[in-house]
């Protein structure tokens, strides 16, 4: 039997095919694995049916066992390097946008790292040519690319303009990383902590004691007083579409769009 089992314990593919799918796919290991462990179990379930056949029930599984023993003692050390593997892999794509900020795995020569960031809003020198940035001078960083959507400008110019969501390329030091990572991506309105607008759509039924009536869209000012659009003219059952002509009437229903706490104001 041992031909055949030795044909059924070893691995179809080549080695060379198991690196090609790894290259491809970072989680291979794990199938791979469970593969070679059932052939194996298969290739043992074989000896201990023949050997029980044999011999006896005991014999057959104090020597499966014993067999089993020695695969795990020869296996064990593969397979935790391969589990180390597949972990540390795992752990890198989990916190990959974090490690692609801050360079840690991009190890370039002695503390240098490659790290990407995106240009926030309110990045300080937004507009500015990297000469002008004075990055190189403030930080100690020096920027070796330029993604700007699905263009990059390697090794950009010092007339080269940085705009809000450009990721830039910089190699530096942690700290100078670490630096240099949150006035890149500054966003000043979420780091005050104001609370967004909550635009709405909104109606108000005129009264007789109404400001608006008599006045069109174009005259009532609503856009410059209240930030409010008006989107439809609600009389009766029809929708009269605003197009500053319009006056308003007694009861008819004003739609509008805007900041609710604006809106509750004008209401």
Excluded at 83 to 110: D, H
Aim: proline share 4%; aromatic share 8%; hydrophobic share 45%.
């Amino acid at each position: 039997m041992a031909p055949f089992l030795l044909a059924l314990s070893y691995p179809v593919s080549k080695k060379i095919e198991r690196r090609r799918l790894r290259a491809t796919n970072a989680h291979i290991d794990v199938p791979l694995i469970v593969m070679t462990i059932f052939r194996l179990l298969l290739a043992l379930g074989f000896v201990v049916y023949v050997l029980t056949s044999i011999y006896s029930m005991t014999v057959g599984l104090t020597i499966g066992f014993a067999v089993f023993i020695m695969i795990i003692f020869f296996l064990s050390k593969k397979v935790k390097r391969r589990m180390r593997n597949i972990e540390e892999k795992f752990l890198n794509n989990l916190n990959e946008r974090e490690l692609r900020k801050s360079g840690k795995n991009n190890s370039l020569v002695s503390d240098l790292h490659l790290a990407y960031m995106e240009v926030g809003y309110n990045c300080p020198f937004v507009g500015e040519r990297l000469k002008n940035s004075n990055l190189r001078k403030q930080y100690g960083i020096n920027v070796v690319s330029i993604q700007r959507g699905a263009a990059i400008i390697l090794i950009p110019k010092g007339e080269t303009r940085i705009f809000p969501g450009d990721v830039l390329g910089v190699i530096g030091t942690d700290e100078q990383i670490q630096k240099l990572l949150p006035v890149v991506e500054s966003h000043e309105e979420h780091e005050r902590g104001e609370a967004p607008v909550n635009v709405k759509m909104f109606n108000i039924q005129l009264t007789e004691n109404s400001p608006l009536l008599g006045k069109t869209t174009a005259t009532a000012s609503l856009r410059n007083d209240y930030s409010a659009l008006v989107v439809a003219i609600q009389r009766g059952d029809d929708y009269i579409k605003p197009t500053g002509e319009v006056p308003f009437e007694v009861g008819d229903i004003v739609w509008l769009v805007g900041d609710a706490k604006r809106l509750s104001q004008l209401k």
